[in-house]
């Protein structure tokens, strides 16, 4: 008789080892958790490393130079990230985004691109594939991105001020670079691009203004510009909540200089509240992760760099689907595996705070931001 190895996961963050289910759970695309929210989004998480130092994502003073990060073997393979992203898929998975860390970091990230942008939805549809990034190495790596099979950019930018942007990313990198890589983007066709601004009040909340008027004023109004209420996710960024500007005074600064009216969700679920400037000068959104929780609608799951699958971005323990990919589980199994733990899946952390249900002092560590993406 062979002798099963399962690899042990690494320890960072708790994980368990999923069950695999006696009776098949088909991929149908129909699956549900116990709230019936359907699964649709994959974020995957492709390193855990950055070249920026955000306070609020990756703080120098935690992750310095003497900072451990996950050695290569850990990583999942881009063949065994295909294989996950498939059996998703077959769940009803419409919408991969690609994160990190900063995903452009990972060496040969096209390859894993032209891998993704093959794969379909049961009913034949291609997957949308996108990728979230600093924007450091966007404009030397648009045309091969879209070259791959990428289809669009989300680029993190907090602030138009170089002073302000550099002392926010920590690591002294100029905001030009990231408009470059922004226009870059544009000009191979990876759009619609978004921009996402993570907004602190007394850090560069100021910045709202000029923020939205660049982007008004530059591409043709063809960036939709988001801005994002900073989060409390993981245990490093020191967040309080008197450093959340609510969503709805960015709405309120920006309507004062240009007007602007609500427009429709594009799909259920969707994480920003969508606005369209009056004169038709373009768009822009909120994504309100503190003042007004989202997660009733929630679809989306996240698997981070060495293959823990985590339900919730405020998650304190994932599940070690590595363990099953570097075993001699078949598809079928892995699947009906990820069908159980998304059918278990309650999880509503925002919502909980919220109405100050949530379990903050527990002691469990929650996972980081840079680990499995935003």
Known sequence: MTERVIPIADQRYAAAL????????ASTGLLADTLGRPLRDLRISVTDRCNFRCGY???????????????????????EITRTARLFAAHGVQKIRLTGGEPLLRKNIEVLIAMLSELATPDGEPLDLTLTTNGSLLAKKAQALKDAGLQRVTVSLDALDDG?????????????????????????GLGPIKVNMVVQR???DHQIVPMAQHFREHLGGKIILRFIEYMDVGETNGWRMDQVLPSAQVIARIHDAFPVRAIDANYTGE???????????GELGVISSVTQAFC???????????????LCLFATQGHDLRSLLRS??????????IGLIWQGRGDR???LRASQQADTGSGAKRVEMHYIGG
Request: charged content about 30%.
């Open 18 to 25: 999923p069950h695999i289910p006696t009776l098949p759970i």
């Open 328 to 337: 001699d589980y078949s598809d079928e199994q892995i699947a009906s595996a």
């Open 202 to 204: 007394g850090t560069n």
């Open 164 to 188: 302000i942007f550099r002392r926010m990313n920590d690591a002294d990198f100029p905001v030009a670079d990231v408009l470059a890589g922004i226009e870059a983007a544009e000009r191979v």
């Open 296 to 310: 009733h609608d929630c679809n989306r799951a996240r698997l981070s760099t060495e293959g823990k699958l985590f």
């Open 57 to 79: 994502c990756m703080p120098k003073e935690v992750f310095d130079k003497n900072y451990q990060f996950l050695p290569q073997g850990s990583l999942l393979s881009f063949e």
């Open 349 to 351: 952390y925002s919502e």
């Open 271 to 281: 994480t920003a509240e969508r606005w369209r400037y009056a004169d038709g000068r």
